[in-house]
T-cell receptor, first 112, second 112 residues
C-alpha cells in the first residue's frame, strides 16, 4: 500500500514564524499535492508538483511556497505564518494525471 | 475554483438503510472520483468512474455518472455505523496533468 507520511499531526506556531510542513511518499509517485481544508470550504489546492524541482500554483498559493528537491518529498513552506493560515493541511500523491490520490493523515496547524 | 458540488450537505440515516449522495460539476471531465474522510484523518479513495462509463460498482458502493447532466451519485447500500464519515467528490478535468478539484463534502451519519 502507498504510504504518505506527514511529519507532524499537530503544530502550534506564532505569527511571523517560518513554518515547514514535510510530506514523504514511498511509492515513486510523480505527482504530489498540498491542500488545506477548512470547515465549510472543503479542500482547496495550494500547490502541486509533477516532477522533481517542478511546481505549479493551485487555487490559493498566496502566503505559501513549496520545495521538491527529491521525488519522494514535497515540503510546504509558510514564509511568515499568519492566523488566517490556521487550518488542516493535507498532502497527497498520485501516479500521473488524474489518477486516484493517496493522502497523508494531515497536519493541524494553529497559528497564534 | 471549486468544481464539484455535493448534495445534500448532511445526511442522517438508520443502520441498514441506503444512503444516496449527489455531485454536480460544471466543465468537461475525464473522470470523477469519490473519497471518504473519517474525522480528523486524511481522505481515502473509494471509486473512480471515467467519463465514458455510466455506472460502476465496488462492494456496497454504486456510482453513476450522467455527463449530459454533469452529475454523479454515490449509493451506499445497507449502511453501517462505520460508514459514518464525510464524503467528497472530485473531478479530473480533461487535459494532460490535470489536477483534481474537490467539492465541500457531505457529512453522513449512520445511527446504530
Amino acid at each position: 500500500d502507498v504510504k504518505v507520511t506527514q511529519s507532524s499531526r499537530y503544530l502550534v506556531k506564532r505569527t511571523g514564524e517560518k513554518v515547514f510542513l514535510e510530506c514523504v511518499q514511498d511509492m515513486d509517485h510523480e505527482n504530489m499535492f498540498w491542500y488545506r481544508q477548512d470547515p465549510g470550504l472543503g479542500l482547496r489546492l495550494i500547490y502541486f508538483s509533477y516532477d522533481v524541482k517542478m511546481k505549479e500554483k493551485g487555487d490559493i498559493p498566496e502566503g505559501y511556497s513549496v520545495s521538491r528537491e527529491k521525488k519522494e518529498r514535497f515540503s510546504l513552506i509558510l514564509e511568515s505564518a499568519s492566523t488566517n493560515q490556521t487550518s488542516m493541511y493535507l498532502c497527497a500523491s498520485s501516479k500521473a494525471g488524474t489518477t486516484p490520490l493517496h493522502f497523508g493523515n494531515g497536519t493541524r496547524l494553529t497559528v497564534t | 475554483s471549486q468544481q464539484g458540488e455535493e448534495d445534500p450537505q448532511a445526511l442522517s440515516i438508520q443502520e441498514g438503510e441506503n444512503a444516496t449522495m449527489n455531485c454536480s460539476y460544471k466543465t468537461s471531465i475525464n473522470n470523477l472520483q469519490w473519497y471518504r474522510q473519517n474525522s480528523g484523518r486524511g481522505l481515502v479513495h473509494l471509486i473512480l468512474i471515467r467519463s465514458n462509463e455510466r455506472e460502476k460498482h465496488s462492494g456496497r458502493l454504486r456510482v453513476t455518472l450522467d455527463t449530459s447532466k454533469k452529475s454523479s451519485s454515490l449509493l451506499i447500500t445497507a449502511s453501517r455505523a462505520a460508514d459514518t464519515a464525510s464524503y467528497f467528490c472530485a473531478t479530473g478535468a480533461t487535459g494532460a496533468n490535470s489536477k483534481l478539484t474537490f467539492g465541500k463534502g457531505i457529512t453522513l451519519s449512520v445511527r446504530p
